[in-house]
């Protein structure tokens, strides 16, 4: 898999979505935040919802895309998430964490040249979405 | 079920979603719009984000809430979604949509005596969102 | 909205789902389990299957329904859904629980006719789907 | 990528899954059958629940997988997808599909071992199901 060093651009959008989930976490509501830089330089936060019934839950990726398309948005360079702790871990750390399977389908779809930025061995580095989701499913 | 007439402010708020849809409209990708007001007065509206997998898809309520809450509000009055035809429909007009049972355990959730703007009988009506969900799934 | 009253098979049925969850109740994995009973009087039962990412999460009326089907059922009379404690509780009664929004989409569309076993103030009676979801979603 | 060539038994587990769409195939509501071979060497088969509501959707893999946990099986070999043409559709093969995002997760939490075939390059091969979400999710 091909992966790449993250730029200076990467470094604040990893910081605009720490910031985003220090500022509005909620217990059993929003743990995830996340940040997308698009083509043309905006930054776009969000954070994740949950549900009571889990399976309605939406990941804070889908919305930070959801709500850039919303605002006219249409091609997107990098994302990335992290995620706050819950108030009973021991590890006070936010930490970035990899894609779910829902948001790469989602990712693949509407941006297949994304970076997405997640932990590698210990280090932060970049991979392209088609990458985390090899053979996706299609129709042929 | 008790109904009420929209006001004013929620007819406004109809042509917000309308206004979305149209202005974003894609064919297979973005079908749906909605608006939300929040309690402080603000709204928020949003497209749908259909996936290529059916299941990945999110709802235009779902982002539209999702995009409020990220940018820091968490009181919601009401809401209202709105369906574009495909190309291939003949009745090319926008219609109010009723929300589906994914939506209506997060909105009543995030705001139970949250106003959803339906259309009943033919006419547009609101009622809050816990008469949409009767005996909704608690763990109790 | 109308009700019914049990008749003795489906008492039977809710204690088929409370005999299936019993069975094969695992931490974190399976706590919810669901019987079906079809229009020809066979009964088919299902648990939930939890994943990691919640968002992926099946429940057990969804899990029943997918198999009856695969078996070649079409016609749906009776469901119920019974959950089981988490370790921790300190209640360790089996419970009926009543349909998540997703669950009553999927019914609704399958078997608009059929029955749904839950609690009302306190005792376990039955209504048809279409109750549970007023004016549901449709394209119109 | 570390592929494999099908066995004997993979080749059945293929037909089973084309024999179960073919039989079951209805427009607009089951389009994929999939076939499970359990670790003792049964063969669960189903079909995919299409709902109006397209979030709502539940992949034929994951019925197959909740339908052999509720009848007591927990360990997977090999899984398999087969996807039946729409009415409209030209070529009228059953085709073999890769799986979707979803059903990656829920594979891999419950199999993390598990065999999944699917075309690659034109030929039917075989891969684990690790390797089709490299860096999956997790709260670390």
């Known amino acids: 898999m091909k992966t790449y060093a993250l730029t200076d651009d990467d470094v604040?959008?990893?910081?605009?979505?720490?910031?985003?989930?220090?500022?509005?976490?909620?217990?059993?509501?929003?743990?995830?935040?996340a940040a997308l830089?698009?083509?043309?330089?905006?930054?776009?936060s969000a954070v994740h919802?949950?549900?009571?019934?889990?399976?309605?839950?939406?990941c804070a990726k889908?919305?930070?895309?959801?709500?850039?398309?919303?605002s006219g948005e249409k091609q997107?360079?990098?994302?990335?998430?992290?995620?706050?702790?819950?108030?009973d871990e021991e590890n006070r750390a936010l930490?970035?964490?990899s894609p779910c399977g829902m948001c790469r389908e989602l990712?693949?779809?509407?941006?297949?040249?994304?970076?997405?930025?997640l932990p590698i061995d210990g280090a932060l580095q970049k991979v392209q979405i088609h990458e985390l989701i090899p053979f996706k499913y299609t129709r042929m």
């Open 49 to 58: 919802i949950e549900v009571n019934v889990g399976r309605v839950t939406v």
């Open 12 to 33: 604040q959008l990893v910081e605009e979505a720490k910031r985003k989930i220090a500022a509005l976490y909620t217990e059993d509501r929003h743990h995830v935040g």
């Open 62 to 70: 889908a919305i930070a895309i959801g709500s850039a398309i919303s």
């Open 95 to 97: 930490q970035v964490v």
């Open 76 to 87: 997107f360079d990098t994302i990335v998430a992290v995620r706050h702790p819950y108030s």
């Open 107 to 117: 990712i693949s779809d509407y941006a297949p040249h994304c970076f997405i930025i």
């Open 37 to 44: 830089r698009t083509a043309s330089g905006n930054i776009v």
